[in-house]
Every structure is written in structure tokens, then in C-alpha cells.
């Protein structure tokens, strides 16, 4: 078993910046890559951010630039820090990891998710 918290998540006014920290415990064999994904309402949930246990990164395009994801691999947890925010980007943020989990078919997880608005 594996749970995933984030935390960060909030109002914030358009140009403004949030931190999102997601922290994975659990029965946790290892970890591959860890990623932040945002769903819009009425939307497909997509990728926000990607990095891997190497430190190798990808950015939606919609947010190169503005965001910037790092992990900690130690403590098995992922950030993501959102500047210039735009009204656009307001959705529900999850966090995701894959990895070897004990209890684990898919070898992923998933977060609660976490809502960031962003107003005009």
C-alpha cells in the first residue's frame, strides 16, 4: 500500500504563485518517476510535469516556463512550483508516482488531488 498527500493547493489571484508538495508513504519498494497531472471541469485529466528518479524532466507546454517540478528522493516527495499563474490553469492538480508498490497491480498511485483556482 501507498498513500500519496499533497498539500498546497488554494486561491490564488491570476500572476500569482502556489507551491504544490505531494509526499508518497507507505510500502514502498522503490520509485521510478513521480508527475504532476491536472483535470480542468469538463476536461481529460492531462500531464502537467514529469520528472524521473534521475532528475529528467517534462513540462506540458502550456506551462514550460512558468513551472518547474523537483523531487526529493530521499524523502519520497515531489513539488511543483506554479509562477505567473494564469486563469487557465485552474483544476484539480494530482499527484502520481510509479513505481514498485507492495499491493500494487499497476504499479502506480495516485493522490486525492488537490484544487487550484486561479481568478482574474
Known amino acids: 500500500q501507498v498513500q500519496l498527500v499533497e498539500t498546497g493547493g488554494g486561491l490564488v489571484q491570476a500572476g500569482g504563485s502556489l507551491r504544490l508538495s505531494c509526499a508518497a508513504s507507505?510500502?514502498?519498494?522503490?520509485?521510478?518517476?513521480m508527475g504532476w497531472y491536472r483535470q480542468a471541469p469538463g476536461k481529460q485529466r492531462e500531464l502537467v510535469a514529469h520528472?524521473?528518479?534521475?532528475?529528467?524532466?517534462n513540462y506540458a507546454d502550456s506551462v514550460k516556463g512558468r513551472f518547474t517540478i523537483s523531487r526529493d528522493n530521499a524523502k519520497n516527495t515531489v513539488d511543483l512550483q506554479m509562477n505567473s499563474l494564469k486563469p487557465e490553469d485552474t483544476a484539480v492538480y494530482y499527484c502520481?508516482?510509479?513505481?514498485?508498490?507492495?499491493?500494487?497491480?499497476?504499479?502506480?498511485?495516485w493522490g486525492q488531488g488537490t484544487q487550484v483556482t486561479v481568478s482574474s
Open positions: 502520481n508516482v510509479e513505481g514498485d508498490f507492495s499491493g500494487s497491480l499497476s504499479g502506480h498511485a
Open positions: 507507505g510500502s514502498i519498494f522503490s520509485i521510478n518517476a
Open positions: 520528472i524521473t528518479s534521475g532528475g529528467s524532466t
